[in-house]
């Protein structure tokens, strides 16, 4: 990991500082649980909690007169004699009162000047050692912290660490350019949404020569950045066109409709088979319109692209514009959901679908009907596709006749119709009547 002391403390020193710190502390308790055993095994010193003084020496913290005293207090008395002896004749009864006096007020002034002692316990240089090396290593973590987090690289070290997943490094801008320089594995894919502005944009390009192909980056997702203009876009698509930029394989910017064409033609000569990889382009929701549509219908025909998302852009009477995108070459997947064809849209979208090499075309959301539905049937038969998105085109069951006959012909794996003007029992009907015709 980059980084010199005491700033960039590498992960090496911040763990022996741990180990050290733990050491300490079972060295202190070890030498606790010792201290203790001695005092419970009646070997310990004087002070030890509950220990008696020897007869005859004060006890510790009492004043010099009560020690005579105390250990007349705790010599045993003598054993009672029968009456009528000569001993207990001899033993005046003066005395004996004498003799009980000073040990009931003996007892109580111990009592009250052992109440008021308070063991003194002296730190041993194994607990010293262990509270300055536990407070060494809090000092270097905190200000560690502390600098990490103002140079926005605290999250992407944390998940090297491996404290936090890694997606947990995905919070801004300055995380992952620092997670791409300072780790040493793979990063293949980038996800950053919604904190990615201009500024931020031209960071990330930056950190793309340097480090993105030694991350191997074959990803960049950047939906949902409202504060990401052209501008920053621009700076994005110059860092993925140079000489040692990563060999970067897809590329999103949905849900970024301020780009609008302008925005969008920014990224156009990725599509040059020269210039780049990137076999992935996802435009969903970019404001796009109908003449970027046929701008990108020029640019695909001799690239590598092999999956397009046009999805919730106005694309009403894009018709043309679209069957002449499936003339890429080798374009496997098209997305055009909630765009607003017209059932002869998706008529001369159908017109194309024979040659092309199409697999999974979406075309939910569109409300194209019955109409749209049999146009696009017509030319099913002859063509690839083996997922088909119908959701949320205003289908009735019997729009479905034309559909199953042509699954009949050359049946494919996949199809959707939720969301149509039908029961999910009569959906489910149908499915199983697909499916009776090959059994």
């Known amino acids: 990991m980059a980084g010199h002391l005491p700033w960039g403390l590498p992960r090496t020193a911040l763990l022996l500082m741990l180990m050290l710190a733990l050491l300490g502390s079972a060295a ?167 904190c990615v502005c201009d500024k931020g944009a031209v960071e990330l390009a930056d950190a793309l020569g340097r480090y993105g192909r030694k991350a191997g980056l074959q990803a960049l997702e950047l939906p949902h950045n409202p504060a990401m203009s052209e501008v920053g876009l621009k700076h994005l698509a110059a860092a993925i066109l140079a000489e040692d930029s990563p060999p970067l394989q897809e590329l999103d910017v949905s849900y970024n409709p301020q780009l609008g064409d302008d925005g969008a033609e920014l990224l156009l000569p990725l599509l040059k088979p020269t210039a780049c990889q990137v076999n992935e382009l996802k435009l969903a929701d970019c404001g796009l319109s109908v003449s970027f549509v046929e701008r990108l219908a020029e640019k695909v025909a001799m690239s590598s692209l092999r999956v397009l998302d046009l999805s919730n852009n106005v694309l009403t009477g894009a018709g043309e514009a679209i069957a002449a995108l499936c003339e890429a070459p080798v374009l496997e997947e098209l997305t055009l959901g909630w765009c607003r064809l017209r059932p002869e849209d998706v008529a001369a979208l159908a017109k194309e679908l024979p040659y092309t090499s199409l697999r999974s075309l ?47 012909k050359r049946p494919f794996s996949r199809l959707r119709l939720d969301g149509n003007r039908m029961s999910q029992a009569e959906v489910a009907r149908f499915i199983r009547a697909l499916k009776s015709i090959h059994t």
């Not at 000569?86 to 009592?111: C, D, F, I, Y």
Request: one cysteine or more; aromatic letters at 4%; charged letters at 15%.
């Open 28 to 194: 202190a308790a070890a030498a606790i649980a010792a201290e203790e055993g001695q005092c419970s095994t009646g070997s310990g010193a004087a002070d030890c909690p509950g220990a008696s003084a020897p007869a005859g020496r004060p006890s510790p913290g009492l004043p010099a007169q009560f020690g005579s005293a105390a250990a007349s207090a705790a010599a045993p008395l003598p054993p009672p004699q029968l009456a009528g002896s000569p001993a207990s004749a001899e033993v005046p009864a003066e005395t004996e009162k004498e003799a009980r006096a000073p040990e009931g007020n003996l007892t109580g002034m111990e009592g009250e000047a052992l109440s008021s002692v308070h063991p003194r316990e002296e730190l041993s240089h194994v607990r010293v050692g262990f509270v300055l090396s536990l407070v060494a290593f809090l000092l270097v973590w905190i200000i560690g912290s502390i600098k990490f987090a103002v140079d926005g690289s605290l999250p992407a070290r944390l998940a090297l660490w491996g404290l936090f997943p890694e997606a947990y490094a995905a919070v801004s801008v300055r995380s992952v350019v620092a997670l791409l320089r300072l780790k040493a594995g793979q990063t293949p894919v980038v996800v950053l949404q919604s």
């Open 362 to 408: 979406h075309l939910g959301g569109n409300r194209f009907g019955g109409p749209g539905l049999a146009a696009l049937a017509e030319h099913l038969p002859r063509s690839q596709i083996d997922e088909l998105g119908l959701e949320r085109n205003d289908l009735e069951v019997g729009d479905l006749g034309t559909l199953g006959e042509a699954w009949a």
